[in-house]
Each structure stands twice: as C-alpha cells, then as structure tokens.
C-alpha cells in the first residue's frame, strides 16, 4: 500500500493534519493522472487501510478524514468546488503540455526516419501517427469511463450511507439485540469500523476474528430453527433416491413416476414437485457423455446460467415460498429511482410488490476480480434492498417487521453460495447454505445437498414473506408513532 500513487501525503503530513482536499492537491502537484474519481478511490482506499493497520493516532485521523471527505466531495463542498476550477486549469496545462511533447516526438521521428529511409518515410510517419492517436483515443475513453463509473459508485455510496443512517435512526427503537449480537456489533465497530455491511460468513475476515463462545452463540440464535427446515423425511427421502443404482433409463422412469402419497408431507410433497420439474435437465446433460456441457465447465458461457442456475432458483422460490423470479439483465428501482441491474431478482406478489432476492453470476471462465466484484455487488443490492423495504413501509405509515431479511445468490463457476441479509446496527450477511452443481453420474449423491440447500434457503424466504404479510393484519401505528417516522423520513425527501 506504501507504493501506492499519493500515499506519500499520509507519510510527509503529521496525522492531525490530514486533509482531504489537500491530498488532491498533493496529487496534482506529483504530476499523477488528473482523475477525480481515480483520486478520490485512492484516497478512500488508503484512508481505510491505515484504519485497519496504522498506529492509533493514524486510525483516529483516518476516520476523521474520511468523515471530512464525506462532506468535501458533495456538491458545494471543497473537494467539488477544487476540480471544478483550479484542478481543470492544471488539468487543461497538463494536457496541452503533453500533446505538444507528442507532436515534437513525432516531428523528430519522422525526421529521423526520413534520414533512415527515404522511399518509406511517408508511409511510416502517417502509420505510426495512426497507431499513437487510437491509442490516444482509447486511453482518453478508458479513463472518461473510469471517472464515470467511479463517480457513480461514490455517488451511489453516499446514497447508501444517508439511507442506513435513516434506517438505522427508524430501527433502534424497535429492534432488539441479544447479548451475543451486542458483543458482535462491538467487535464489528472497533476493529472493521470502515466496511458497511458485517459480513458473518464462515470464511469471512470478521467471522475468524470473532470469539469462539460468541459466535457459536449468535449462530444457534439465527440458525437453529433454520436447520429444522430439512426434517428427517425429507433428508431420508433425498438419501435414498439419489443413492438408488439407476441407469439413464431407470432415472428418468424414477423422475417420472415420482408416486404422489397422501401421507407425504406438505414439504415433501414440494420437493417432488421440484425434482420433476429441474431434475431432467440434468440427465440430459449427463446423457450425453463426452459432449455433457458440465464436465468442461469453461465452454459453458452464459448456458451455465440459463439452462442450470436460474431455473433451480426459480422453481425453488416459486414452489417453496411463492416468488416469481425473473432473470436476465434486471433493473431495479429503490429510492429516489435509482436503478441497480442483477442478473436474477424475487418478488414477492401477494402482499407488495417488494423485490425479496437478488443473485449474479459470473460465467465459469471468468477471472478471480469478476467473482469478488460480483460478490460485493450482491452484498451492497441486498443492503439497498433492505433499505426500499424499511423506507417503503415507513412512508406508507405501517408497521415494521421486525424479522426481515432479505436474500441473495451468487455463482461462481458450479459453485452457488445462498445468502440472507438482516440489520442490527448494521446489515449483517450470512450465509444459509452452499453447494456444488453436480456433474456426472458419478455426483449423483451430492444432490441431496443441492436439493436440501435450495429447499432450506427458500423456506427461509417463505418465512420472511408471511410475516411481512402477518404484519398487514395488525393495528395501525398510533399518532405518535406515525408523527416520529413522518419526522425521520423527511431527510430522505430532501
């Protein structure tokens, strides 16, 4: 991090004087890439990397230059009004002084080469002009890409940071944390106090640092009745079908045939309903031997998705918990119609029209920064997500389900990691279940653990969906509360 461009600033200034706008100015000044959103990153980057290793005078002043930042790099702020005068002009030189450096280096180039080849010079210059132009251009319009999508997604944090404070101001008083999740948002907050979402999946950074009794604690809390979902009926049905010897013929008969039984339970019944209905893709797939798409994961491309992830996702929530889920390139729109487009998205169509779940997918060839930037996307969308519903039902003057959650998946070549998002000071992200496609006949067992997953993960969706729908049939907010909340919300309106 040290080598990074700009971290000299944080080295050469004393830490309670660090400043925001003058690390823009420091940049500038070093000659580096006149960049808002490039400068801006960087400096957040850094800021929170010396909150997490910098001595503890360094993490106090980081955090404080980070709040400052906050308030500079909106509109009328310093850092706003700096790159709309003095840092454009020094932009402007920089510029013009570079292309007069380009025209003089092609100047004695076409010299030289004149001197060297007469019969080809003309050809040559005009040729190597070309090339350094398209280059030129394609730098120019990677790095207008670059500030764009850098400044929407600061924008887009800044947004998200006023709505879970407003979230956060609307849930204190009706949410209540056990000891053990008092103790982890503790933690959370002294030693990950720059990340926005508690991220307590098993290999999570947070989750390896937290005490064992702890922790243990706070998953008996939130996943105890959730294991019960997949009662022993169900897990000894799954068992013994999967583990059966069956040929390609036998499978299929056995899918087919499937016996309805009146003894069965409702669970059951839904889990025979779902094998019947995503199961045959499958044994197509494996049917064809040498030419079964899964067995080379890197020539599935899109199909990865299309043919395998999203219809175990959509049958699941419609069978299991009674959400339509629609996939492709989706837009969703949460407050102040601000749009986020996922790969697949829940909604729940009975009670409003709420989006419940969101996934993304990267395609089985795709490099490691695809998936980790997928994964982030995931986590910010569910929190934004969280945030409409809160906000929704706020303004509408209901009141609040207290156990909300809200879901997600992500995939990463057969690999599907099923999410859920909820709030205690923070969002909080666990993780309900993973699991790995299987590929060949040989895998055949392992879809007792597809299967148990899906079906978990989607009764954990139901579950959220009828006690948002219980909440309708309770009483009106009082005056006062409604007072209180029409209060909260007018921040959000302005």
């Not at 030129?136 to 929407?152: K, P």
């Not at 009926?233 to 009146?262: C, Q, S, T, Y």
């Amino acid at each position: 991090m040290e080598q990074e461009r700009g971290f000299n600033y944080w080295l050469s200034a004393s830490p309670s004087e660090w400043d925001p706008l003058q690390y823009h100015k420091a940049w500038v000044a070093a000659g580096f890439p006149l960049n808002k959103g490039t400068v801006s990153m960087a400096l957040k980057n850094q800021l929170k990397w010396l909150q997490r290793r910098g001595s503890d005078k360094e993490k106090t002043s980081a955090k404080q230059a980070l709040e400052k930042n906050e308030r500079d790099i909106k509109r009328n702020g310093r850092i706003y009004t700096y790159w709309g005068s003095g840092a454009r002009i020094d932009a402007e030189i920089q510029e013009s002084m570079q292309n007069y450096e380009l025209r003089v280096t092609n100047e004695v180039t076409d010299q030289m080469t004149t001197v060297a080849s007469a019969a080809t010079s003309n050809i040559k210059s005009r040729f190597t002009r070309c090339q350094e132009e398209e280059e030129s251009a394609r730098t120019i319009e990677e790095e207008l890409t670059l500030e764009n999508d850098t400044t929407t997604e600061l924008e887009d944090e800044n947004h998200y940071n006023d709505e879970t404070a407003l979230v956060h101001n609307i849930l204190q008083d009706m949410v209540k944390a056990s000891a053990a999740e008092k103790a982890v948002s503790e933690h959370f907050a002294q030693h990950f106090s720059s990340y926005n979402i508690m991220d307590l999946r098993p290999t999570s950074e947070l989750s390896l640092s937290l005490n064992n009794d702890t922790q243990e604690t706070l998953l008996h809390e939130v996943f105890d009745d959730i294991d019960d979902f997949i009662t022993e009926e169900l897990h000894d049905f799954l068992v013994n079908f999967f583990n059966a010897d069956r040929g390609l013929r036998g499978w299929i008969d056995a899918v087919e045939k499937m016996p309805p039984d009146d003894s069965d339970s409702d669970s059951l019944k839904k889990t025979k309903r779902l094998l019947k209905q995503t199961l045959p893709g499958f044994l197509r797939a494996f049917s064809l031997s040498a030419l079964n798409p899964l067995r080379d994961i890197t020539t599935l491309e899109r199909p990865h998705l299309n043919k395998f992830v999203h219809p175990l996702i959509e049958a699941a929530l419609y069978i299991f918990a009674d959400v339509i889920y629609v996939f492709g390139e989706i837009p969703l729109e949460t407050q102040k119609n601000r749009k986020k487009y996922v790969d697949g998205v829940g909604y729940i169509n009975n009670i409003e029209k709420y989006a419940v779940v969101c996934g993304e997918g990267a395609r089985p060839g795709a490099p490691a920064k695809k998936i980790v930037d997928d994964d982030v996307k995931n986590m910010q969308t569910m929190a934004s997500l969280y945030n409409d519903i809160v906000l929704s039902e706020a303004a509408a003057r209901r009141r609040f389900c207290i156990n909300l959650r809200v879901y997600g998946w992500t995939a990463s070549r057969t690999n599907i990691n099923l999410t859920m998002l909820d709030f205690r000071e923070k969002h909080r992200l666990f993780e309900v279940d993973r699991f790995n496609i299987p590929r060949d006949w040989e895998e055949m067992p392992d879809f007792v653990f597809m299967y148990e997953g899906l079906i978990k993960w989607a009764l954990c969706v139901n579950l959220t969906r009828g006690e948002l729908a219980a909440q309708r049939k309770k009483r009106k907010l009082s005056r006062y509360s409604e007072v209180r909340l029409v209060k909260k919300l007018a921040h959000l309106q302005k």
